[in-house]
């Protein structure tokens, strides 16, 4: 039975992972593993970073975060931003990550944990997504200061999230950050790493950078929807079907089911061996492709990927039905096979 892959460049990754730590230099880089490593597979990106000198790793969900520092050890760093219960913060703490601490109850959770906390606290300046609020920063900051002398936590960083919709928008929330860093640092704090930049801000805008920057499509070579391309960066996986018949048209080993947008048909067009030709159908096991000379059952046809052979980039197949680039990578269902070269 031939099968899709996933099929994930590790020389590609570690490329983009040194071109995006050259471009942020000083800053240091936290590359972003949230969502299994964007559905590429924690370990292998991991181990993969690491190679290109990656000494931070983070992420929303705590099973990636876990997979991350296991695979990487005392070589990196590890945030994780969302734990959420008193549960999860004592599991954090037990496998030697750094938590993100967005408000006041969740602070006391974690300072009554066994073991000392590393917390990286988190001001809200406008996204209004997790966060404590400016007005109650200076007393979220005094309780912390207090559990930090108490041996309960270390207080490693404060950060925040910013829209990057406009760049007004994300001047306010940088002035609001500036005044919460002041405010713990009257506090008694001292945070080793300031952050708030994620790709588009930290790339474009040198004084979003501070001291830390998450920086996750742009590592996996996924540039923002109708933004421009990223120098030195290239899309890290390809998705690739073989033909598995060949008619009127040829029929390839992917579906919707495979997490294959079905709205993609009559909308853009694939690699096959002989150039670029039109995707006209989607159904739930196979697809269908404008046939070309000579095709035949076992090619390979891409459907996405770094753009060598005509293919789409994963941003290309989410601007043609209007969504960001790291939608067509993280439907990619895990029954796909991963596999892993370079
Ligand atoms: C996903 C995420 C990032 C990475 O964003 P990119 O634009 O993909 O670089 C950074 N910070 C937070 C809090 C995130 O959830």
């Keep these: 039975m031939m099968r899709a892959e996933l099929r994930v460049d590790l020389a590609r990754l570690r490329q983009n992972v040194r071109a995006v730590r050259e471009r942020m230099a000083p800053a240091d880089v936290l590359v972003v593993i949230k969502d299994n490593a964007y559905a590429q597979g924690v370990e292998p990106v991991v181990s993969a970073a690491l190679d290109a000198g990656a000494t931070w790793f983070g992420g929303i969900d705590l099973d990636s975060a876990v997979r991350a520092k296991r695979e990487a050890g005392e070589r990196a760093r590890v945030f994780c931003w969302m734990t959420l219960s008193a549960e999860e913060a004592q599991q954090g703490i037990d496998e030697g990550l750094e938590l993100g601490v967005g408000d006041a109850d969740y602070l006391e959770h974690v300072a009554a944990a066994d073991g000392t906390a590393n917390v ?7 996204l209004h997504r997790n966060g404590v609020r400016p007005e109650q920063w200076a007393a979220f900051c005094a309780r912390a200061a207090e559990h930090e002398r108490g041996g309960r936590i270390r207080v490693a960083g404060i ?15 940088r002035a609001e950050f500036d005044r919460a860093v002041e405010i713990a640092r009257s506090a008694g704090l001292d945070p080793e790493v300031r952050h708030l930049a994620a790709s588009a801000a930290a790339w474009h805008r040198t004084e979003f950078r501070y001291d830390l920057v998450r920086i996750g499509a742009f590592c996996y070579g996924i540039r923002s929807e109708d933004g421009p391309e990223i120098a030195g960066v290239a899309p890290a996986s390809s998705l690739v079907a073989p033909v598995v018949a060949v008619g009127d048209d040829v029929e390839v080993a992917i579906g919707s089911v495979d997490g294959y947008a079905s709205a993609l048909a009559g909308r853009v067009s694939v690699a096959t061996p002989a150039g ?33 052979n005509g293919e789409p980039t994963p941003t290309d197949l989410g601007e043609a039905i209007g969504t960001v680039g790291e939608e067509p990578l993280l439907r990619v269902s895990p029954l796909v096979t991963r596999t892993y070269i370079g």
Excluded: C, M, Y
């Excluded at 950060?159 to 929330?173: N, Q, R, V």
């Design 276 to 308: 670029v030709r039109a995707l006209t159908r989607v159904d739930p096991f196979t697809s269908r492709v404008e046939p070309w000379p000579g095709a035949a059952v076992g090619d390979e046809v891409i459907l996405f990927g770094p753009g060598e």
């Design 120 to 126: 990286h606290l988190k001001i809200d300046t406008g």
């Design 159 to 173: 950060w925040t999230h910013i829209a990057e919709a406009s760049d007004e928008e994300d001047d306010a929330s």
